[in-house]
């Protein structure tokens, strides 16, 4: 609360907790915060609310940034196609809806391959009006005349699979609970299918609670009496996919242990044994690479098959073997490494209409994408896939290409998504026979699946935004990038700065249309976007030069980015804020407490923490390979070194920070913050204010438009109130 100008927070009782790791005793004040159901946690949640609802009256542009974002939001968003049998299914969302529906679409007979006005099968928000039931994930069957899909409620991302009757809507099997967007593989005839799933609650305490197994089942049957097909006796962190080919003939299961940088594959040819009882042959097992099969339906055990690998080549390369032996002492190198470049996907096309079997590639060049087409037979270039003028908005922007669809039964064509930091994503589709790129167009009278409607953006934001991407050194002398969005495209004087960032798990930082970015912008301000190390930007070894024990490197590249947009005169100290969710809000609780003077404020949104702890809060056994553990004394050292709730220094004057947390997270447990909050609190010198905004009933991913836009208002806000943007006046 504010009592003269200075904040006055709510009680948070210190403990004596503490715990030894390896001979180091380390105090833990609030532990006590771990457990959301304590009274204390609960009263201290309540004040924290009343806290954060007192300083938000007090910003003065909350309602013009959340219907700045409105606007901004109001795309029109469609998914890649699915055709399936004589329909196609795709989710599209309205502009103004909170969610996307699960629509489909019947070829029209009397029209050759033209399809009929599509029909809704799933809309979450028939289904719950409160927007609090998400559609996780959706498998039509072979034949296309059953859906599997996957519902979660409450933010737990814990769905119930059910099984559809497309020509009806009815439910014909389901629900079968403990999935989490678990892959579908269906079997020809719509009678069976393969998924993950799991173990019961009683079967799998503490850390097994993660156990996930892939099984087998009959549409109609008791899921408790599943088949187990594989993952029984494996790593307890294994997240497991599983793919069956339209052809009914090749099964492929890979499997990763927790997030680690490598993938262990097996093939099982079901023309041999039962579907019950698949046998599955190693491809790739205990091998420090991730891989991906890609089979052509009709393949024989004698033709070939490719897999995209970056064993070998970091930044990943495509070859070829036979599912008669296809480990990697056969593989042949179709497509080569490149060294300026990032192997994306790939996809075969291989129309009976084309003069040859072709590959269509798409490529990442320090996170902007490229696309090229390749001979299928000896991986030579044929051909630049040019993306400008196809409806992706000015020509040279820097965007980004999603991955690849293909028709089940191949062809001659291939859909993906594109998007840049100023035109919203949309569907594109590349032809084959005629080399062209086209926007998609939805089936029925809606004509283009991204055309405008009732006043929604549509293609590129006007010339308000331009985007750089510039390069500058890190601590070890290491060239990072990092795009920046200006008005002017050049630092023409310090502006009001938005720093964000990732380095971590992979991912990589690739352009996005953002309309908190384009509004913060479009205001007079700055956004930066860094590509960091831990990221999957310049490939692998990249992502594992900021993992485990190199962590402290990811922090440097951001050190590095926060001094070039300063010496650069992009901002100020006074007017620049950092920003960061999840891995990336780990990112910024590590800048704030390394260098708490070169910010003005941070957010922090569903963000690790605390370091030491993450292991037994959330998802955290999964992460392991990623961060470490407390249980090695090296990884230890490091975890202790660089986690954000043991860095915190009493008296340090440290900026404004805003936390939001969604309280139904089941990834990054809201605990984080909780202790972190209570911690600054107590410690900091500064004026503050240091808050806890909470949304209930929300989790770490899918949510309702209006609750993401919301939540982007109050973030906007509360920088605009620190950082001196007036959305009204003069910069």
């Known amino acids: 609360m504010r009592r003269g100008g200075v904040t006055r927070y709510p009680h948070a009782p210190r403990t004596e907790s503490a715990q030894e790791f390896h001979g180091v005793v380390v105090a833990d004040f609030y532990r006590w915060l771990e457990d959301p159901g304590d009274e204390r946690t609960i009263a201290w949640t ?22 700045t974002l409105s606007r901004l939001a109001r795309v029109p968003l469609t998914s890649l196609p699915r055709p399936r049998g004589d329909r196609v299914f795709f989710t599209h969302r309205e502009p103004d809806a909170d ?36 559609l996780e994930a959706w498998h039509p069957s072979i034949e296309g005349d059953l859906v599997a899909v996957q519902l979660s409620a409450g933010g737990t991302e814990d769905s119930l699979l059910r099984v559809l009757d497309v020509a009806t809507g009815a439910v014909v099997d389901g629900p079968i609970d403990r999935v989490r967007k678990t892959p579908v593989a269906w079997l020809p005839g719509g009678r069976a299918f393969y998924y993950v799933r799991r173990l019961a609650p009683e079967l799998n305490p503490g850390e097994e609670r993660y156990h996930r197994r892939v099984h087998l089942h009959r549409v109609g049957t008791d899921p408790d009496e599943d088949v187990l097909i594989f993952g029984d006796g494996r790593d307890r962190t294994c997240f497991y996919t599983v793919a069956v080919t339209p052809d009914g003939r090749w099964l492929t299961v890979s499997s990763t242990v927790g997030t680690a940088p490598a ?37 024989t055990p004698r033709d070939p098959l490719w897999l995209r690998t970056d064993l070998d080549a970091p930044r990943g390369r495509i070859v070829v073997t036979t599912a008669a032996d296809p480990t990697p002492r056969t593989w042949r190198t179709l497509i080569a490494e490149r060294p300026d470049a990032v192997l994306d996907d790939f996809v075969p096309l291989t129309g009976a209409g084309l003069p040859r079997p072709l590959a269509l590639v798409s490529w990442s060049r320090h996170a902007v994408s490229e696309m090229t087409l390749h001979d ?10 040019p993306l400008s003028g196809s409806g992706t908005g000015r020509a040279g922007e820097i965007g980004s290409v999603g991955r690849f669809a293909v028709p089940p039964e191949g062809g001659d064509e291939a859909w993906f998504g594109y998007w840049d930091h100023t035109t919203p994503p949309r569907v594109l589709r590349y032809d084959a026979r005629s080399g062209t790129v086209r926007p998609w167009s939805r089936p029925g009278p809606y004509g283009t699946a991204n055309g405008p409607a009732g006043g929604a953006v549509d293609g590129p934001v006007d010339g308000a935004v331009a985007t750089s991407q510039v390069t500058f050194e890190s601590k070890d002398g290491t060239r990072v990038r990092m795009f920046v969005l200006s008005p002017s495209g050049a630092p023409d004087r310090p502006r009001p700065a938005i720093l964000t960032g990732y380095g971590g798990f992979g991912a990589s930082m690739t352009p996005g249309y953002m309309p908190q970015a384009l509004a913060w912008v479009r205001a007079g301000g700055i956004y930066a976007i860094a590509c960091l190390r831990g990221g999957g930007e310049e490939g692998e070894r990249w992502h594992r030069d900021g993992m485990g024990v190199r962590k402290q490197n990811v922090f440097d590249d951001f050190d590095a980015a926060t001094d070039h947009l300063v010496e650069h005169g992009w901002t100020g100290p006074d007017r620049l804020g950092v920003m960061g969710e999840s891995n990336g809000g780990l990112l910024v609780g590590a800048a704030l407490t390394r260098h708490p003077e070169k910010y003005a404020a941070a957010v922090c949104v569903a963000p690790l923490l605390d370091m030491l702890a993450y292991e037994r809060l959330g998802m955290g056994p999964s992460w392991r390979a990623e961060y470490g553990s407390v249980r090695d004394p090296e990884e230890f050292r490091t975890l202790l070194a660089y986690s954000p709730y043991h860095r915190v220094g009493e008296g340090v004057p440290y900026p404004p920070v805003l936390f939001a947390v969604a309280g139904a997270d089941t990834r990054v447990d809201p605990a984080h913050s ?30 309702a438009a209006s609750k993401k836009i919301g939540l982007l208002a109050d973030v906007l806000a509360f920088f605009a109130r620190h950082l001196g943007l007036d959305p009204a006046g003069p910069v």
């Open 99 to 134: 969610h996307p529906r699960l629509v489909v679409s019947e070829r029209d007979a009397g029209h050759g391959s033209a399809y009929g006005a599509e029909r809704t099968l799933v809309d979450p928000l028939a289904l719950d009006p409160s927007g609090r039931t998400v």
């Open 376 to 385: 299928l037979a000896d991986g030579r270039e044929l051909a630049r896939v």
């Open 263 to 299: 993938t262990d594959l097996w093939l099982a040819d079901l023309h041999e044994g039962t579907a019950e009882r698949p046998c599955l042959r190693p491809v790739q097992e205990n091998v420090p690479a991730r891989s991906r099969i890609t089979i052509a339906p009709g393949t």
């Open 674 to 703: 909780r202790k972190m909050c209570a911690l600054l609190q107590h410690a900091s010198a500064g004026a503050g204010p240091i808050l806890f905004r909470l949304e209930r009933d929300t989790g770490h991913g899918l949510r």
């Open 46 to 67: 309540a004040a924290q609310e009343a806290l954060f609802a007192e300083e938000r009256a007090t910003w003065p542009d909350t309602a013009w940034w959340h219907a």
